[in-house]
């Protein structure tokens, strides 16, 4: 029997890691559906207060209809007063008695509803309040997990000699060598154009004074020189 015992205990242990287990892996998803859940009271919160202001707005607008009626019966009242009709008067007296008393229920109902309304418009602003600051901290919560999981990869990835992003170092190092390779070859095709035989020939029989020269001011002066004094 105490086997028994340790065996459930022991299962219900492993039910509760497991239930945290999965609460922590989706918490911030938990946290933004609770979030969720709450925007839809306070949503349904503001309904219902809504319908309580109506209600009080309604409650005060009888309550002004019942005074006026009020005033308008006693002044019948007293113009059956004058008149010598006093049986009259009590019929009238009655009916303004009737109406002070739905009157009387009337200033309850717009105070009850007007109390209610105030308790629910401080109740709205103190959740929405809350509920702000819950949602701000959602935030930093959700960047500070993306970040982490970010740093997370990045370092699983270093330490990684197959990682992705050491293959991407690779491919990356490869291009640019065989960029450079293909520059370097450029350059040596151009610097042998340069060094044609021709060209060669040329430039070694120009610094010997030998073949056509380029004629310059003074060479030309000489020459007339040399002709004048002919």
Do not use: C, W
Not at 95 to 114: V, W
Not at 163 to 181: F, G, H, P, V, Y
Not at 192 to 204: F, R
Request: proline share 1%; aromatic share 4%; no cysteine.
């Amino acid at each position: 029997m105490g086997l028994l015992k340790k065996i459930f205990t022991a299962i219900r242990g492993g039910a509760t890691e497991a239930g945290e287990a999965f609460v922590d892996a989706n918490s911030i998803r938990i946290l933004e559906q609770e979030i969720k859940d709450a925007d839809g009271h306070i949503h349904k919160a503001k309904q219902d207060l809504t319908t309580v202001i109506a209600k009080e707005m309604a409650a005060s607008r009888e309550i002004e209809e019942i005074k006026t009626k009020v005033n308008e019966y006693e002044g019948y009242a007293i113009s059956a007063l004058n008149k010598g009709d006093e049986a009259l008067a009590i019929e009238i007296a009655d009916k303004i008695a009737n109406l002070e008393s739905d009157l009387g229920q009337q200033q309850e109902a717009q105070s009850s509803f007007s109390a209610h309304a105030n308790r629910l418009r401080e109740l709205v602003k103190k959740t929405e309040r809350t509920l702000a600051e819950y949602k701000r901290q959602l935030t930093m919560v959700k960047t500070t997990d993306s970040v982490q999981k970010a740093t997370s990869a990045i370092s699983d990835s270093f330490s990684n000699s197959n990682s992705k992003i050491m293959s991407a170092t690779e491919s990356l190092e490869r291009i640019k060598t065989k960029q450079r390779e293909f520059d370097d070859r450029l350059k040596a095709a151009e610097t042998l154009d340069n060094e044609s035989p021709d060209t060669s020939l040329d430039t070694k029989m120009k610094e010997a004074g030998i073949g056509p020269q380029t004629s310059s001011a003074s060479s030309v002066l000489d020459r007339i020189k040399a002709k004048k004094g002919a």
